[in-house]
């Protein structure tokens, strides 16, 4: 790939983030949540592995998130009229997101608990 198509490319990826923080308030609470987890592990001093980990996870976590708005907005546009496949793939992408935030939750805790006892 050419270096300028790279960057371009690079910059629409970057215009996308920006699009999702804009417009998504789920996206922002994602974003606060992995401030305050960033600040718990400063604050309670993580191994090397455990912030491999929680980077991961955060990482993961607003990429799905980001997946999650993208396919909204493509069902918004492929489908305006009510459709039971249109709520599927919704339902479907918001689960894959609600699963991931469970299996970060319950990581969280598994790193976090046993350093505060
Ligand atoms: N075109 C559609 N046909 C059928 N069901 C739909 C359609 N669009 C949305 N829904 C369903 O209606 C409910 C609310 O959807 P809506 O798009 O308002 O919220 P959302 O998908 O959670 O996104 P947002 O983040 O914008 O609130 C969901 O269960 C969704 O699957």
């Not at 998504?24 to 993580?46: C, D, F, P, Y």
């Not at 191994?47 to 998130?65: D, F, T, Y």
């Not at 069902?75 to 469970?102: M, Q, R, Y």
Request: hydrophobic share 60%.
């Amino acid at each position: 790939m050419k270096a300028s198509r790279f960057f371009k490319s690079f910059k629409f990826a970057v215009q996308g983030i920006g699009f999702a923080l804009k417009r998504e308030q789920n996206m922002r609470l994602h974003i606060l949540a992995a401030l305050i987890v960033l600040a718990a592990g400063v604050w309670t001093g993580l191994s090397k592995s455990e912030w491999l980990i929680i980077l991961l996870v955060i990482g993961g976590m607003l990429a799905l998130e980001m997946m999650n708005s993208a396919i909204e907005r493509v069902v918004d546009l492929a489908s305006p009229a009510i459709h039971p496949l249109a709520k599927e793939a919704k339902d479907i992408a918001a689960g894959a997101v609600l699963v991931f935030a469970a299996a970060s939750a319950i990581i969280g805790l598994l790193i976090f608990i046993p350093k505060w006892l």
